[in-house]
């Protein structure tokens, strides 16, 4: 647990109401305060994972690289890159990348991909190998095999951030029987150094941080 926030997330009033913040062009329809914008834990696993105290590795600063795993329209990783240095966003789907290159129009550090995250070896060309972080929002089977795929570009002392979505996986089973078996093929490659469920914001969600071994 972690009351630290990376550099540049700070805790700020919209409406009355504490929410994280950073500062940046709005993407979502999320409230702003001048050049603050509210970072919603409801629409970002991410968010979700600082709101309830998890020690993510996300440091934020301008020399910080960071690798997004389905990036999706912008949501979260615009936060990312509001903070970080450079992040390079994958996601397979044509239509959010559209959003995301719009996205990316503000944010000179956010380097949207049209790539599929289960095939690494068609952006390694482009990616920094030892980034610090590596977050992964990818509702595909198999997700801890994505991880363990692109495990390639972290440093030996990064962080792995992922979000496993259960139904992703199997619909049938109960959710922790599935998370178990994630975090036992996880470490294949990765130490586990905390995860909780993300219920509170996303229902059949297990929130992970890890480091490669």
């Given at each position: 647990m972690s009351d630290e926030l990376p550099a540049g997330v700070e805790r700020r009033q919209f409406d009355g109401e504490e929410q994280l913040a950073t500062r940046g062009e709005p993407v979502y329809g999320e409230p702003t305060d001048g050049e603050w914008r509210a970072w919603n834990p409801n629409r970002s696993k991410l968010g979700a994972?600082?709101?309830?105290?998890?020690?993510?590795?996300?440091?934020?600063g301008d020399e910080e690289t960071v690798l997004y795993l389905g990036a999706a329209s912008g949501t979260t990783v615009s936060h990312v890159a509001d903070v970080a240095g450079p992040t390079y966003a994958v996601e397979?789907?044509?239509?959010?990348?559209?959003?995301?290159?719009?996205?990316?129009?503000?944010?000179?550090?956010?380097?949207p991909l049209l790539k599929d995250a289960r095939k690494p070896?068609?952006?390694?060309?482009?990616v920094e190998s030892d980034v610090d972080v590596l977050i992964q929002d990818v509702a595909t089977?198999?997700?801890?095999?994505?991880?363990?795929?692109?495990r390639r570009?972290?440093?030996?002392?990064?962080?792995?951030?992922?979000?496993?979505?259960?139904?992703?996986?199997?619909?049938?089973?109960?959710p922790g029987d599935v998370f178990a078996d994630v975090r036992d093929e996880l470490s294949e490659?990765?130490?586990?150094?905390?995860?909780?469920?993300?219920?509170?914001?996303?229902?059949?969600?297990?929130?992970?941080?890890?480091?490669?071994?």
């Open positions: 994972m600082l709101e309830l105290g998890m020690d993510t590795g996300l440091a934020g397979f789907a044509a239509r959010p990348v559209r959003d995301l290159l719009e996205t990316a129009d503000s944010r000179s550090r956010l380097f070896e068609t952006y390694a060309h482009v089977r198999g997700q801890a095999r994505v991880a363990l795929e692109n570009f972290l440093a030996d002392d990064g962080r792995l951030v992922l979000a496993v979505k259960a139904r992703s996986e199997d619909v049938t089973r109960e490659g990765y130490d586990v150094l905390e995860y909780r469920r993300l219920d509170d914001y996303h229902a059949d969600h297990l929130g992970i941080v890890a480091r490669p071994r």
